[in-house]
């Protein structure tokens, strides 16, 4: 007997995790989403995992270029989170970075200036996981932010862990 989908969201919800936006670019398109299945896998090499909805024009620009990046988002940064969802009122025309400060490294792949630490990547491998997708990516480059604290998702809220007592 299988659980049913909105049973396992229901319990899923009592997890706590940090939230990231992972993009990718090809010079001409680029595409962002917000993701909190995130986890690092290995230092030697030096591999990180995320997962990916199928459908998401993030994760097909990745499987394209092979590249990719992962902004860790600070317990300022609540509305990034909203935005790269696809939740925030934009102006007509507007993609998900608008107004985003970014730089890049390595790979030209996206990085939020301002996140907490960040991760510049090339495809390692990518599985499938049900309607999702298991990607590996190899870490070219990291850095990391002035703010450190990140910022926190729990039932369908953001957490800011400086204002907890």
Do not use: H
């Not at 025309?93 to 990547?121: H, N, R």
């Not at 495809?123 to 990391?144: D, F, K, M, N, W």
């Amino acid at each position: 007997m299988s659980v049913d989908a909105e049973s396992l969201k229901k319990s899923m919800r009592r997890w706590a995790s940090g939230v990231t936006v992972v993009t990718s670019s090809n010079g001409q398109e680029r595409a962002g989403v917000t993701a909190s299945s995130f986890t690092s896998i290995s230092v030697d090499p030096p591999l990180i995992l995320l997962s990916l909805q199928s459908f998401t024009p993030t994760l097909k620009l990745i499987e394209q270029t092979g590249i990719f990046a992962v902004s860790i988002l600070t317990a300022n940064q609540a509305n990034l989170s909203i935005q790269f969802a696809g939740f925030a009122n934009l102006p007509e025309g507007a993609d998900k970075f608008y107004q985003v400060d970014l730089k890049t490294a390595v790979t030209g792949a996206p990085i939020i200036t301002e996140a907490a630490s960040w991760m510049d990547c090339k495809l390692a491998a990518v599985y499938e996981a049900g309607l999702s997708r298991i990607v590996v990516g190899e870490v070219l480059e990291t850095g990391q932010g002035e703010e450190i604290m990140p910022l926190v998702y729990l039932n369908r809220t953001y957490y800011d862990l400086r204002k907890q007592e």
